[in-house]
Each structure stands twice: as C-alpha cells, then as structure tokens.
C-alpha cells in the first residue's frame, strides 16, 4: 500500500506561482512513475505532467507546457509541481498519482494510488 500526501495548494493571483509537493509513504514507489492530475467543477479528471522514476521521461499537457515543471526527489520519496503565470483556467483539485506501471503515461486508473487533492484557486 502506498499513501499519498499533497500539499501547496492555495489562494493565488493569474499570474502567481505555486509549488506543490507531494509525500509518498508505505511500499517503495521510488521505481514507479508519479504525476499530477487535476479536476474542475463539473469537469472530468485531466492530465497535467507525469516523470518517470530516473525523472529522464516528462510529459505535460499542452495547457502548462512552458509554465509548469514536474520534478521528484527520489531520496526524499517526494514529488514537486511548480506552476508558474498561473490562469484562472488552472484552477482544480490538484491530485498525486504513482503509477502501477513501468513507463509513464499521460491516461489516468483506478489501478494506480492517488492522493486526496490539493485545492488550487486562481482569482483572475
């Protein structure tokens, strides 16, 4: 079993910055890929960056590409998202996710461990 705790998320300005970070605990998850997701109101789950365990494979979605950068730190069993010129459209629960496979992949599953979700709110 794998826990997962986010944190970072808050009341921000368009144009802002925040950095979340996520703290893995339980089994090891240090060779497993790890990303973030998010969802709005009424809207479906999306895909935000994921990196791979050796952080040599990163994928983002095309709406934070340039103003978001994921990052981890395997010693500490934490993985960082630092969301720069933030837009209201940005605003969603931010959710952590290791995933169960080998490769990173950018669809989500109910398979893979999740944690609760960070709010992040952008007042334009």
């Known amino acids: 079993q794998v826990q997962l705790i986010e944190s970072g998320g808050g009341l921000v300005q368009a144009g802002g910055s925040l950095r979340l970070s996520c703290v893995a605990s339980g089994r090891t998850v240090t060779t497993y890929p790890m990303g973030w997701f998010r969802q709005a109101p009424g809207k479906k789950r999306e895909f935000v960056a994921v990196?791979?365990?050796?952080?040599?494979?990163?994928y983002y979605a095309d709406s934070v590409k340039g103003r978001f950068t994921i990052s981890r730190d395997n010693a500490k069993n934490t993985l960082y998202l630092q969301m720069n010129t933030l837009r209201s459209e940005d605003t969603a629960v931010y959710y952590c996710?290791?995933?169960?496979?080998?490769?990173?992949?950018?669809?989500?599953?109910?398979?893979?461990?999740w944690g609760q979700g960070t709010q992040v709110t952008v007042s334009s």
């Open positions: 996710t290791t995933q169960r496979t080998t490769q990173p992949r950018r669809e989500w599953s109910h398979d893979d461990y």
């Open positions: 990196i791979s365990w050796s952080g040599g494979t990163i």
